[in-house]
């Protein structure tokens, strides 16, 4: 099985930078802050599948295979086009604007 890296790794550079994404996840995190108390975040991930989002957040700073990762729900068109989502991008989710 080839993975969403490998896909990636197999475009065109040139086409990765200027198209937007056909299909992407919001994905909940728990960073663990400590054994009993973790912290919520949400992201945007473009990725085809949900295991695939969950698994290209990791390369977002500060998240680590601890953390507890949940793809919520597709994002609509909308969504994809207001955050400028790339193929393969990740970005910080707040209700449909990315946090700068």
Same mark, same amino acid.
């Given at each position: 099985? =080839? &993975?969403? %890296?490998?896909? @990636?790794?197999? *475009?065109?550079? =040139?086409?990765?930078?200027?198209?937007? &994404? $056909?299909? %992407?996840?919001? !994905?909940? +995190?728990?960073?663990? +802050? #400590?054994?009993?108390?973790?912290?919520?975040?949400?992201? %945007? =991930?473009?990725?085809? /599948?949900?295991?695939?989002?969950?698994?290209?957040? @990791? *390369?977002?700073?500060? +998240?680590?295979?601890?953390? $507890?990762?949940?793809?919520?729900?597709? @994002?609509?068109?909308? /969504? +994809?086009? #207001?955050?400028?989502?790339? !193929?393969?991008?990740?970005?910080?989710?707040?209700?449909?604007?990315?946090?700068?």
């Amino acid at each position: 099985m =080839v &993975t969403t %890296a490998e896909r @990636l790794q197999r *475009r065109d550079p =040139v086409q990765m930078v200027t198209e937007l &994404t $056909k299909c %992407a996840w919001l !994905v909940e +995190i728990h960073l663990m +802050i #400590s054994e009993r108390e973790s912290d919520t975040r949400f992201f %945007a =991930v473009g990725a085809q /599948e949900a295991r695939d989002a969950e698994e290209a957040i @990791l *390369r977002y700073p500060g +998240i680590v295979q601890d953390d $507890k990762r949940n793809a919520r729900r597709r @994002l609509s068109h909308v /969504e +994809i086009a #207001s955050l400028k989502l790339r !193929v393969g991008g990740v970005r910080p989710y707040s209700g449909g604007r990315s946090e700068n």
